[in-house]
């Protein structure tokens, strides 16, 4: 992926939760293949804690929103430089990537095409 399409990518809300006090609690999907090693309670849930700055992106990731959109709305509001901002945010998506909480639309420019 080129740099223009990760930050023209739309991050999305893979995960349903309730975003209380800076505290994100989603509900634990138990992968088939675990199922026999771990038993969990249908119920259980797991929380995730973001600070202001984290909860704003999280607020922005909802499939419209660019990467790019989102630094320059962190740059402004926090004073910091695109640059920065960007870097910042693009290492925080990878976070929330990783732990499944968040996918991204990307752009193929060529095709005028979106895929996840």
């Known amino acids: 992926m080129t740099r223009q399409q990760q930050l023209a990518s739309k991050p999305l809300r893979l995960v349903d939760g309730d975003m209380t006090d800076g505290r994100l609690t989603v509900k634990i999907q ?9 038993r969990l309670p249908k119920d259980a849930t797991k929380t995730f804690e973001f600070d202001a700055l984290g909860q704003m992106v999280w607020s922005l990731c909802d499939g419209k929103t660019s990467v790019q959109q ?5 740059a402004k509001k926090y004073n910091v430089s695109e640059r920065e901002a960007q870097v910042a945010t693009e290492r925080f998506l990878i ?7 968040i996918g991204a639309a ?7 095409k979106s895929s996840q």
């Open 106 to 112: 990307v752009i193929d420019a060529q095709k005028g």
């Open 30 to 38: 138990q992968k088939r293949w675990s199922r026999w090693l771990l």
């Open 70 to 74: 989102i630094a320059r709305k962190l």
């Open 95 to 101: 976070t929330l990537a990783r732990k499944g909480l």
